[in-house]
């Protein structure tokens, strides 16, 4: 502490707050966010303080309280042996986009409440979307060649969830409804979906994401390399160059890969005279 004309005292956590937010946004940002339990008397008293500190200026444009989060639909305390940390969760083996997905299941504005049954439900509906993403051909070639096409595009629905108070709960829906009924027009918006809500990261990650079986798909070489003759064969297509797709289905049939197009759209399952030797064409 200091001196000061009112006696030896120290900044208390609502100008140190102020202080921060001057000192590295400014004096006028857009979003300000925090537990709901933050808004009287932290939140108003920060409000006052910036206000009559930088009068020409508006401080936060919004403001966005969350709720509580519960465990099991009780309070997280320590007293009741319920408290943990996404540290935790993720040391004990509960993959990062579980969580995420888990939370972003409710409104920020509503309780959230962790429990083992929706963490899997989760792990179950996200693997089932990444199989899906990954039997389509999905990959970083497949997202390079949507972009360059100019269809990797948000789903309006979708969007306009979140631009609804960031109606996270409302967006997953959205992709709940898409998943049941994938297409040409709603698989590429589906999947930057999933990027959007940080569900997916890194494309080349899909098939670990989907926990593909190995002895099913033989390897991630022969993975991948399906993977990218369904690129290459989709921007032909696009490009109305069917004599090139054509011929690249004929070296998926040659090694007996199973090719189905539904809507525009292509999956694929190894056939009964599946040859992995024989995608060697593909270099």
Not at 162 to 190: C, E, Q, V, W, Y
């Amino acid at each position: 502490g200091w001196e000061s004309p009112w006696g030896k005292g120290r900044p208390g956590w609502h100008i140190e707050c102020s202080a921060m937010s001057y000192e590295l946004l400014g004096g006028s940002f857009d979003i300000h966010g925090g537990g709901l339990d933050l808004q009287f008397p932290h939140h108003e008293n920060e409000l006052a303080q910036s206000a009559c500190a930088h009068p020409n200026e508006t401080f936060a444009q919004i403001w966005m309280h969350n709720e509580m989060l519960q465990v099991e639909g009780k309070k997280m305390s320590k007293s009741l042996g319920n408290f943990f940390t996404v540290r935790d969760l993720l040391d004990q083996g509960v993959p990062g986009e579980v969580i995420r997905f888990v939370l972003l299941g409710t409104h920020y504005s509503k309780p959230m409440d962790w429990t083992a049954d929706k963490a899997a439900q989760a792990g179950a509906t996200l693997q089932g979307w990444y199989q899906l993403l990954h039997q389509h051909g999905f990959g970083p070639d497949m997202v390079s060649t949507l972009q360059r096409a100019g269809i990797w595009t948000l789903d309006e629905a979708f969007l306009g969830a979140l631009a609804n108070d960031l109606n996270t709960a409302g967006a997953i829906a959205r992709l709940h409804a898409i998943s049941g009924k994938p297409t040409a027009a709603t698989l590429a918006p589906f999947a930057f979906g999933m990027e959007m809500l940080g569900l997916v990261s890194d494309w080349s990650a899909l098939p670990a994401l989907a926990s593909i079986d190995e002895g099913t798909r033989q390897s991630a070489t022969v993975d991948a390399a399906v993977a990218t003759l369904l690129s290459q064969r989709q921007e032909a297509r696009a490009n109305r160059n069917f004599a090139e797709a054509d011929r690249i289905r004929g070296i998926l049939t040659e090694a007996g890969v199973q090719v189905t197009d539904v809507g525009g759209v292509a999956s694929w399952r190894p056939g009964p005279d599946f040859d992995a030797t024989k995608l060697d064409a593909l270099k």
